[in-house]
């Protein structure tokens, strides 16, 4: 099994900056692929971002590119998404996810291909 826990999340104003982590345990983590997402009230839940943990080859959705930074520290299996000029439309809760098998880098993206997952934390961004 594997553990993700979130942290980081709150209250922000638009055009301030969070840095989200989630650590990661457990004797099955050895991801290929670690992910951000997130899901507003409503809607479906959207890429945000995705690191290769070997390599780390990073990837984001081209409305995120710029703003949004993914990165990891192996030695404390914890990944981060540093997110800036957050606007309200960022409100959201984000994600940490694991998937442990290359299923090909178009899937970053699809949620269904991750198999663990963290329970989340709270970013609101207020005007």
């Given at each position: 099994q594997?553990?993700?826990?979130?942290s980081g999340g709150g209250l922000?104003?638009?055009?301030?900056?969070?840095?989200?982590?989630?650590?990661a345990s457990g004797r099955s983590f050895s991801p290929y692929l670690m992910g951000w997402f997130r899901q507003a009230p409503g809607r479906e839940r959207e890429f945000v971002a995705a690191i290769n943990w070997r390599g780390g080859t990073t990837d984001?959705?081209?409305?995120?590119?710029?703003?949004?930074?993914i990165?990891?520290?192996?030695?404390?299996?914890?990944?981060?998404?540093?997110?800036?000029?957050?606007q309200p439309e960022d409100t959201a809760v984000y994600y940490c996810a694991h998937k442990t098998i290359n299923?090909?880098?178009?899937?970053?993206?699809?949620?269904?291909?991750?198999d663990y997952w963290g329970q989340g934390t709270q970013v609101t961004v207020s005007s």
């Open positions: 594997v553990q993700l826990v979130e922000v104003q638009a055009g301030g900056s969070l840095r989200l982590s989630c650590a984001y959705p081209d409305s995120l590119k710029g703003r949004f930074t990165s990891r520290d192996v030695p404390k299996n914890t990944v981060y998404l540093q997110m800036n000029s957050l299923t090909g880098w178009r899937d970053n993206g699809r949620a269904s291909t991750y």
